[in-house]
């Protein structure tokens, strides 16, 4: 089976239905990322464990399996990353994950109510990123995702040369997010 065959790859072309900032996933998915929600909560519940080290078994130890099928690219990057020679590049997830399922965590914690479906909503909603300098993801993490204040500035991947778009297509965004195929047609332009 090749790997855009497995099924679990395939909804990136049939399932992968934008609506408001969360994305529709194949049911499987869904119950995958539940999975994960208990054992974050059965984390949780560990003496001397935070909330912000229970998040961590999705946003450090689990989360790599599942970026190619719910990570997306906003289709902004950094004015430097547009620049050829700026580097190195990453993918920044500008809506502040790891603090976001921190407070989750705490919250259902303390309300003593667990909601696997919000935990996967939110996880659907935050897997969004921006093409940024490796130092100004740091930038962005030290300002609190701030942008103004990191001063990171984004211009639309559109508004790029085809050349850049090729070149940043094929070094971070192809085979590491579920929309680079949106982005492959757009290089060809």
Known sequence: MQHHDHPRM???TRMAADVGNALHVDSRVRDDLQSIYADVMWVAKRS??????????????RSARFRLIVRRVSGNVSERAAREKEGPLGLQPYKRMPTTLAKLVE????TKKRNPDEFVDVVLTLERVHVV???????AT?????????????VAWRSLSENRRTVLWRNLLRGKIANAGLFSRRCAK
């Open 10 to 12: 395939r909804f990136s």
């Open 48 to 61: 001397g464990v935070t909330p912000s080290d229970a998040r961590a078994w999705y946003t450090h130890k």
């Open 107 to 110: 919250r259902h914690l303390a």
């Open 133 to 139: 300098t490796i130092a100004e993801n740091y930038s």
């Open 142 to 154: 030290r300002a609190k995702g701030n942008y103004r204040k990191a001063g990171i500035k984004l």
